[in-house]
């Protein structure tokens, strides 16, 4: 199993950016997949999850109406839109697989700066 999570980068405030996690080694349509970060001195935050068909959605509160999670089950690929960004969504942003309501494999982060 391997997540390759890439597009991060730095933006100013009120930017965008969008981050996507290439999976390979399993069948991707069939998991659940989610967007987690973490920030400096913080403990990881889910932000994101989306269900095998893409049908459910959820979002932590903080990012509702900013963040557009989507797959696409033809690429292997999930992706995290990130609008309206905020200082404090400067994180580490990590896709991770679930299984049972729980992540059994991450990726390796990729580090989302917001700032002017």
């Known amino acids: 199993v391997q997540l390759q999570a890439s597009g991060g980068g730095l933006v100013q405030p009120g930017g965008s950016l969008r981050v996507s996690c290439a999976a390979s080694g399993f069948t991707f349509s069939n998991y659940d997949m989610s967007w987690f970060r973490q920030a400096s001195g913080k403990e990881r935050e889910s932000v994101a999850r989306?269900?095998?068909?893409?049908?459910?959605?959820y979002y932590r509160d903080s990012v509702k109406g900013r963040f557009t999670i989507s797959r696409d089950n033809a690429k292997d690929t999930v992706y995290l839109q990130m609008n309206s960004l905020k200082p404090e969504d400067t994180a580490v942003y990590f896709c991770a697989r679930e299984f049972g309501g729980q992540v059994d494999y991450w990726g390796q982060g990729t580090q989302v700066t917001v700032s002017s």
């Open positions: 989306i269900s095998r068909s893409g049908g459910s959605i």
